[in-house]
């Protein structure tokens, strides 16, 4: 059982940077691919970014690719994302997951509660 809590959410201008945070619980996260997802308000959740467990492949979604930067600290069980020249189309809940399959956008078996991003235009 992995336990996933997210952090780091908040407001901010069109243009600036965020890094939200993932915190999990258990050894066995380091063995897990972990990824982040986002739902805007009604609009279905959907898949931003997502590394394996050793951390040297990443996956990005188009709407992301070249401004958010997934990463991961094994040693302090955090996966972190950088997100930067953020548009309000960026407003969404922000979700952490992890699967225990390879490097995949779906089929994630753990799921945070979420954390708030707001971006202002």
């Known amino acids: 059982q992995v336990q996933l809590v997210e952090s780091g959410g908040g407001l901010v201008q069109a243009g600036g940077s965020l890094r939200v945070s993932c915190a999990a619980s258990g050894r066995a996260f380091r063995l897990w691919t972990t990824g982040w997802f986002r739902q805007a308000p009604g609009k279905e959740r959907e898949f931003v970014a997502t590394i394996s467990a050793s951390g040297s492949t990443t996956d990005y979604a188009d709407s992301v690719k070249g401004r958010f930067t997934i990463s991961r600290d094994n040693a302090k069980n955090t996966v972190y994302l950088q997100m930067n020249s953020l548009k309000p189309e960026d407003t969404a809940v922000y979700y952490c997951?992890?699967?225990?399959?390879?490097?995949?956008?779906?089929?994630?078996?753990?799921w945070g509660q979420g954390t708030q991003v707001t971006v202002s235009s």
């Open positions: 997951a992890a699967r225990k399959l390879g490097l995949g956008r779906n089929e994630y078996a753990y």
